[in-house]
């Protein structure tokens, strides 16, 4: 049998940001867009004690501001974070290499190979996260990814939970099935209309009735993960399909400087964690979505692979000539796939 073990953080950019700014601990803490509640931009996360008024992620920050003038609203440092989490992986990765990056605040270990209770393990890990970064997580054990990530978000935060074979059913059928990977808000109100609302009711449908209303393939995910079932493999090494970054203008704008500058500053972004994580492109494609919404893409493939700026940047113009701008922009991206690792 399996033991595996998931991690996750707890309000992790909040937690970060209230470690190196020791006066915001305990205080409600918003983490999101560029900081300015006035502005727009949604909530990344909100420290437990902003939770406490309803602010949660992908809120709007405007809302949030209304929910808690208070509060004390930062920009999203994302480099910082990444230092952070790299750390984290680090002190993971001295346990065992079975490891499955997640998020940035979040991973899977295959632990059943290590010779030492798991409740020793998890808390092992969780000493030394404290010790040497200095913040909190909680983690969940189970024979399989699906109930060691249902586990993992019993407790928070701090929280340590272990669910056994034999537990599984008593543990998550109460459950809301969206608390099932996989079942998103869409899934959830079908369920709904259907009379099932716990993962204990979804484990009541026959097998057949889950097919007919949700293909072969989903109707089975759900008929097993019901129960608790979950064969999936750690996935140990993840490639990136691409890179991209995109931001949204504060004010829609049709002038070209605005446009222009930003998409130059995205393709340094894009190319530099290109560069960063050894990678080089072949397609570069723009996105613009004009203010009404529509949204269009443009892509230009290189004769070569490529991480050189300048051949990066002059791709990401010419694509962004052909669409053209016809309207006032509210958002512009530029993503760089097809890649492949770089040699050394
Ligand atoms: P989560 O682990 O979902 O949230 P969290 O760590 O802030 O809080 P919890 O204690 O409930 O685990 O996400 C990890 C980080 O990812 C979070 O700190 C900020 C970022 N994030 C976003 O930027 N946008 C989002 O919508 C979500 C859900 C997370
Ligand atoms: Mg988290």
Redesign the pocket.
């Known amino acids: 049998m399996r033991r595996i073990l998931h991690i996750?953080?707890?309000?992790?950019?909040?937690?970060v940001e209230q470690m190196r700014h020791p006066e915001l601990v305990g205080k409600p803490v918003i983490?999101?867009g560029a900081g300015d509640p006035t502005m727009r931009g949604?909530?990344?996360?909100?420290s437990?004690e902003a939770r406490k008024y309803g602010i949660h992620?992908?809120m709007p920050l405007q809302r949030a501001y209304r929910l808690c003038p208070e509060a004390i609203f930062l920009p999203?440092d994302y480099d910082e974070?990444m230092r952070v989490s790299e750390k984290i992986k680090d002190i993971l990765r001295s346990f065992t290499p079975l490891i499955e990056n997640v998020?940035?605040?979040?991973a899977f270990l295959d632990i059943t190979d290590i010779d030492m209770e798991p409740e020793k393990i998890a808390n092992k890990i969780k000493e030394r996260i404290k010790k040497e970064v200095g913040l909190t997580c909680?983690i969940g054990i189970g024979p399989n990814k699906l109930i060691a990530k249902i586990a993992s978000?019993m407790k928070?935060?701090d929280g340590l939970t272990i669910i056994s074979e034999e537990d599984i059913k008593v543990a998550i059928w109460p459950l809301s099935v969206r608390k099932l990977w996989g079942v998103g808000p869409k899934t959830e109100k079908r369920l709904k209309g259907m009379g099932i609302h716990t993962i204990g009711d979804l484990a009541t449908v026959p097998l057949e009735s889950l097919i007919e209303e949700f293909g072969k393939s989903y109707g089975n995910y759900l008929y097993e993960s019901s129960r608790g079932v979950d064969e999936s493999p750690l996935i140990t090494y993840w490639e990136p399909k691409s890179i991209s970054r995109e931001t949204t203008f504060q004010r829609d704008t049709d002038k070209w400087t605005v446009i222009a500058k930003n998409l130059a500053e995205l393709t340094k972004d894009v190319v530099e964690t290109m560069k960063e994580s050894g990678y080089k492109g072949k397609t570069v494609t723009i996105k613009i979505r004009f203010k009404d919404f529509e949204t269009h893409t443009r892509a230009k493939t290189l004769d070569d692979f490529s991480d050189s700026l300048e051949t990066i940047r002059k791709a990401a113009f010419e694509a962004l000539r052909r669409l053209g701008l016809k309207k006032k922009v509210r958002l512009i991206g530029v993503r760089v796939s097809n890649l492949a690792k770089v040699e050394h």
């Open positions: 996750d953080m707890d309000a992790f950019f909040a937690a983490i999101g949604v909530v990344s996360t909100a437990y992620s992908a999203v974070y998020g940035i605040d979040e909680s978000d928070k935060p």
